[in-house]
């Protein structure tokens, strides 16, 4: 099983990106999916999170800028990020809690990351 981040990039504040992430391999289910993000020199640290009933949280600073969905005919979890700041420069990375074909277990993937630049 892998997770396939995309969608990062350079963008001046203000601006608007939309990140994908799409699961791939020997897939029966997928559970909670997330974003999480990791400034240089920081900590990484949780972005959004989805439920398989769409349940949504998020953090704070996130709230009202920030929009995660999925589509699960497609594996695929995303985030729309609008005004985007300069701090909200970092490595984005997908992460999700996939149940295998065989073994029937629930094991927790994460993505490559994808680089967003927001600049000033």
């Known amino acids: 099983v892998q997770l396939q981040a995309s969608g990062g990039g350079l963008v001046q504040a203000g601006g608007s990106l939309r990140l994908s992430c799409v699961a791939s391999?020997?897939?029966?289910?997928?559970?909670?999916m997330g974003w999480y993000r990791q400034a240089p020199g920081k900590q990484r640290e949780m972005v959004a999170g989805?439920?398989?009933?769409?349940?949504?949280n998020y953090a704070d600073s996130m709230k009202g800028r920030f929009t995660i969905s999925r589509d699960d005919a497609k594996n695929t979890v995303y985030l729309q990020m609008n005004t985007l700041k300069p701090e909200d420069t970092a490595v984005y990375y997908c992460?999700?809690?996939?149940?295998?074909?065989?073994?029937?277990?629930?094991?927790?993937?994460w993505g490559q990351g994808t680089q967003v630049t927001v600049s000033s």
């Open positions: 992460n999700a809690q996939i149940m295998t074909l065989v073994p029937r277990l629930e094991y927790n993937y």
């Open positions: 391999g020997s897939i029966f289910s997928i559970n909670t």
């Open positions: 989805i439920t398989t009933t769409g349940s949504t």
